[in-house]
């Protein structure tokens, strides 16, 4: 298992020119609903270590440190989009509109959660249009083209938003599905959310560029590198491609530059085999993209901090429920362990 050498994961420095900094002006009301989200989902996040740590099995990959993308860019969806999630985190589940309890509960595998518990980490929900978070990385990607062409035999108006890591991005699903997606002009775009590990293997072991989003040339489609801990640089990168697949324009490809605090997994920590010096994760520590957007929003005059106090405590709040939903919610019986699994009433 290869290991990186001190300072090897920051992010390269030829990047940070490519990066575009929001050009219109983000509503208050979409800001602060962001803000939110971003704090709903640190507070949940936090919720499952604790579990984790308690004895409760419950597959953790944490968000801590990338939650402005993912809040951000499933923020500036329709209700009608689709999302085609990865294995990181749950911020696209809480973005695009699940409720904690019912997260949480089939996290547990609890017959309340939204997948009555039969799911598991393998959210999905229908009635959000969220497709299900795969087993395998990278399977999705052909998948959200499929969605996309989907999408364009019924002449309907919405998009798809597809998440996945940088390890994931070396796979041959990503090569046949963005070329698919090209080809067809197919309403998705695809976010990258390069945190440098592909568990505990740094990219610049692995991967043949530095900047993956230079990538999309050879698909034919647009490329654009973000700041990842920016909430309102990932709105306006997701908002414009967005624009630009439900015009018939087709995919995009967004490259966020970001990092997980926490370790692949809660069962490897912070620092597991020393893969990564403790300099590095204190440096982008201080890139924390809930302190920055709070700041942002204080000095913008769109809140103030003791607002944005009673936001946080809102949220932790919430999260204390849904803990106590979950565990009270009983688990689904034996004579359901067939029901929702194969098709019935077919006329």
């Known amino acids: 298992m290869a290991k990186a050498k001190t300072g090897q994961g920051k992010m390269p420095k030829a990047s940070e020119p490519k990066t575009k900094k929001p050009k219109e002006k983000i509503p208050k009301e979409t800001l602060l609903k962001i803000y939110r989200d971003m704090v709903r989902l640190r507070f949940f996040d936090d919720k499952l270590n604790q579990l984790v740590a308690s004895g409760i099995r419950i597959t953790q990959h944490s968000t801590h440190g990338q939650e402005a993308t993912q809040i951000a860019a499933t923020n500036a969806l329709e209700p ?11 911020g696209w589940a809480i973005g695009k509109g699940m409720q904690p309890r019912h997260l949480l509960a089939e996290l547990m595998g609890k017959a309340t959660g939204c997948c009555k518990g039969k799911g598991g980490v393998h959210i999905a929900d229908w009635n959000l249009r969220i497709m299900g978070r795969p087993g395998v990385q990278a399977a999705h990607i052909p998948i959200a083209a499929g969605i996309g062409l989907s999408i364009k035999f019924r002449k309907a108006p919405d998009v798809v938003l597809c998440f996945f890591g940088d390890g994931a991005s070396n796979e041959g699903n990503i090569h046949e599905g963005m070329n698919l997606a090209s080809v067809w002009k197919a309403p998705v775009v695809f976010v990258c959310e390069n945190n440098l590990y592909a568990l505990f293997t740094p990219n610049v072991e692995t991967t043949s560029v530095r900047d993956i989003a230079d990538r999309a040339q050879g698909y034919g489609m647009a490329g654009v590198i973000i700041d990842g801990t920016d909430a309102m640089a990932a709105y ?23 990092y997980r605090i926490h370790g692949h997994t809660a069962m490897d920590g912070f620092h597991l085999g020393g893969y990564r010096a403790k300099e590095e994760v204190e440096e982008w520590e201080k ?38 939903f979950a565990k009270e919610s009983p688990y689904p019986t034996k004579e359901e362990i067939f029901k929702d699994v194969y098709v019935e009433d077919v006329q």
Do not use: C, F, N, V
């Open 236 to 258: 306006q990168a997701a908002s414009e491609a967005i624009r630009r697949a439900r015009s018939g324009q087709g995919p995009t490809l967004i490259e966020a530059k970001t």
């Open 80 to 90: 009608s989009d689709y999302l085609m999630p990865y294995h990181r985190g749950w």
């Open 287 to 324: 890139k924390d993209p809930i302190l920055k957007l709070r700041k942002r929003l204080i000095a913008m005059e769109y809140s103030t901090a003791a607002r944005l106090d009673q936001i946080d405590q809102k949220a932790k709040e919430e999260i204390e429920e849904a803990e106590k």
